[in-house]
Nanobody, 126 residues
Framework: HVQLVESGGGSVQAGGSLTLSCRAS????????MGWYRQAPGKEREGVAT???????NYSESVRGRFTISKDTNKHTLSLQMNNLTPEDTGTYYC?????????????????????WGQGTQVTVS
């Protein structure tokens, strides 16, 4: 089991930047899929970015070129650098991880494939 705690959300104007962080604890002794999903009011949870066990990043088309996902294995931390934010990026951002997943491209996975989720952090872009 992996415990995840997000931080770094907030309010920003369109065109601005935010960095989200996710601290993992519990089973952190091997590499596995981690990622970020988001959910806007009245909408389904959607994938934003994931990172494979070998460090390969995967991005949704809506954030490719604007967001960067990274992982610090030593600090057990997952980050999401978000640039050029738009109001469409508004939502609750969730960190997720699953030790049973090694590869996590969005074509191959769905949210329920991940068994561990953080409590979420709010991002509001106006």
């Amino acid at each position: 089991h992996v415990q995840l705690v997000e931080s770094g959300g907030g309010s920003v104007q369109a065109g601005g930047s935010l960095t989200l962080s996710c601290r993992a604890s519990g089973y952190v002794y091997s590499s596995y899929c981690m990622g970020w999903y988001r959910q806007a009011p009245g909408k389904e949870r959607e994938g934003v970015a994931t990172i494979d066990s070998d460090g390969t990043p995967n991005y949704s088309e809506s954030v490719r070129g604007r967001f960067t996902i990274s992982k610090d294995t030593n600090k057990h931390t997952l980050s999401l650098q978000m640039n050029n934010l738009t109001p469409e990026d508004t939502g609750t951002y969730y960190c997720t991880a699953d030790p049973s997943l090694l590869w996590c491209r969005f074509d191959d996975i769905i949210p329920s494939d991940f068994q561990n989720w953080g409590q979420g952090t709010q991002v509001t872009v106006s």
